[in-house]
């Protein structure tokens, strides 16, 4: 399976026009999700979701703010910078490119924390940890070829 760059959890959730929805409800046919284009995030559309292995081993993806995701290890994911990394890789703190944020730089009012930040337009890896085992699906995606899973990561799809 080291050759697949996208290899989604069933329960993974991608950001579409109707809000989060799982790749296994996706893949009955073509879809609508967000991607990045030039810098904008923009829609466009999921083809030929297959699964490429049952009840594989995965692992979860936890963000600082609290939002994870499931995936295989080999499961391409852009660090900041547009840099490819797999996500068995991922260490604590590694910055990953997020679907929303503050410019960089942009000095706000974390009300989580109750404290003054300074944005770096990026989401920050909290861990990485074996979560179980799952169907993975792969599919493409048109044009951009990377797609964001609904906790606000961009990841990179099949055939691209």
């Not at 073509?30 to 594989?56: C, K, Q, S, W, Y």
């Not at 009012?109 to 109750?114: F, K, L, M």
Request: glycine share 8%; charged share 20%.
């Amino acid at each position: 399976m080291a050759e697949l760059v996208c290899a989604l959890a069933a329960d993974t959730k991608l950001e579409t026009p109707e809000g989060p929805l799982t790749i296994k409800g996706l893949a009955a046919k073509p879809a609508p999700v967000f991607t990045v284009e030039n810098g904008r995030v923009r829609f466009r559309m999921l083809h030929d979701a297959a699964i490429v292995a049952e009840a594989a081993p995965v692992v979860a993806v936890r963000l600082e703010n609290g939002a994870s995701f499931r995936v295989a290890g080999e499961q391409i994911v852009f660090r900041k910078g547009m840099v490819e990394a797999r996500a068995a890789d991922l260490q604590p703190g590694d910055a990953l490119v997020p679907m929303f944020s503050y410019a960089e730089g942009y000095a706000y009012r974390d009300d989580v924390a109750g404290a003054d930040a300074v944005s770096d337009a990026a989401l920050r890896v909290a861990a990485v940890v074996p979560a179980g085992q799952a169907d993975l699906y792969t599919f493409r995606i048109n044009v951009t070829g990377c797609f964001f899973v609904a906790a606000g990561v961009l990841c990179k799809a099949a055939g691209s």
